[in-house]
């Protein structure tokens, strides 16, 4: 059975810095494309940055370009996303996504591109 569990989130003044980690169980995070994504309030899921199995490529939505960056630990079977200099518009429930297949770096950007989902956590930048 897979699992993905995100956790880490919580709230932060504008300019902080958050790690969120997604532990996985039932596929190993160094053998999938991985994928970050969040949702704001009253907005669709949009794509944050992903992470190509194998000798990983990665790739981020311009906004966070700079300032958040994502990495793996293969031994901990444990994807990262360190989140720097946090602004309030990066609120938002992040979540972390997994699928089997190698995709094409356009693809990557879409929901529905990933078969396993994690439940989400809560991140809020607000003074």
């Known amino acids: 059975q897979v699992q993905l569990a995100e956790s880490g989130g919580g709230l932060v003044q504008p300019g902080g810095s958050l790690r969120l980690s997604c532990a996985a169980s039932?596929?190993?995070?160094?053998?999938?494309?991985m994928g970050w994504f969040r949702q704001r309030a009253g907005k669709e899921r949009e794509f944050v940055a992903s992470i190509t199995y194998g000798t990983p490529t990665i790739y981020y939505e311009d906004s966070v370009q700079g300032r958040f960056t994502t990495s793996r630990d293969s031994a901990k079977n444990t994807l990262y996303l360190q989140m720097n200099s946090l602004k309030p518009d990066d609120t938002a429930v992040y979540y972390c996504a997994a699928d089997p297949s190698g995709m094409l770096a356009q693809n990557m950007r879409l929901e529905r591109s990933y078969r396993y989902w994690g439940q989400g956590t809560q991140v809020t930048v607000s003074s």
């Open positions: 039932g596929l190993h995070v160094s053998m999938m494309t």
